[in-house]
C-alpha cells in the first residue's frame, strides 16, 4: 500500500498545482501513514488513471455523487440534469468556485473499472462501480462523462509507477497544512 499515491484536482487559488497538502487534525490510525495529496490539474489524474486501468487494476476516486447523476439509470453527466433549464436560471460557477462557496466536494469513494479511449487515445467515458448494491445504477454500475470526471472528481488513488518522473518528485515536498474544515479533508 505504501507504493499507492492520493491525486487531487482543487484548481482553487489557495492550493496551487504541483505542490502537496495535508489537512490538520486528519488521520485516525495511531502510527498510521499521514495522508498526503499532490494537486493537479484534471489531465494528470486521468492520465495516470488510465495508466492503471491498462494495466487490469481498478482505480479508487473521490467525487461529488449528487451533482448531475442519476442514480436509478447509473448516468452521471453534465446534461443528465438540466436544472437551470427547469428553475430558468444559470448555475455558472467553475469547479475552482463550486469548492470555494462549499457548493460541491467529495461525498463519496468509488471505483473506476475502465475508460472508453477515442481515436487519440483520450478518454470519453469511464466505467464506475459503485458501493450502493445492484439496486443502484445498472446492476451496480454508473458510466461518467469525461466532462463530468473534470468538473466533479476531485481524488484518484493510483500506484506511483504511473506518475511521471517530475510528479514524483513533487511528492517529496513536506506537505502544505489545509484547515480541518477545507473540502479536501470531507473524504479522507
Not at 29 to 45: F, H, I, Q, T
Not at 101 to 108: A, I, R
Request: net charge negative; glycine share 10%.
Amino acid at each position: 500500500m505504501a507504493d499507492y499515491v492520493s491525486l487531487i484536482n482543487a484548481p482553487t487559488a489557495d492550493k496551487p498545482y504541483h505542490r502537496t497538502y495535508t489537512v490538520k487534525m486528519l488521520g485516525n490510525v495511531k502510527e498510521g501513514r499521514p495522508v498526503k495529496y499532490l494537486n493537479l490539474p484534471a489531465e494528470d489524474l486521468k492520465n495516470a488513471a488510465i495508466a492503471q486501468l491498462k494495466a487490469g487494476e481498478p482505480v479508487w476516486f473521490g467525487c461529488d455523487v449528487g451533482q448531475c447523476s442519476i442514480r436509478d439509470g447509473g448516468i452521471m453527466d453534465l446534461d443528465a440534469v438540466c436544472a437551470g433549464e427547469l428553475f430558468g436560471t444559470e448555475f455558472g460557477m467553475d469547479k475552482a468556485e463550486r469548492l470555494d462557496y462549499g457548493e460541491s466536494l467529495m461525498t463519496h469513494a468509488m471505483v473506476f473499472q475502465g475508460v472508453n479511449l477515442d481515436e487519440a487515445g483520450k478518454p470519453t467515458r469511464w466505467r464506475v462501480e459503485n458501493s450502493w448494491g445492484k439496486e443502484a445504477g445498472a446492476e451496480g454500475y454508473y458510466v461518467m462523462s469525461d466532462e463530468w470526471f473534470t468538473e466533479y472528481t476531485y481524488q484518484v488513488v493510483v500506484h506511483k509507477k504511473y506518475l511521471t518522473a517530475e510528479q514524483l518528485s513533487e511528492l517529496e515536498q513536506a506537505p502544505i497544512l489545509l484547515e480541518p474544515w477545507d473540502p479536501m479533508g470531507s473524504l479522507a
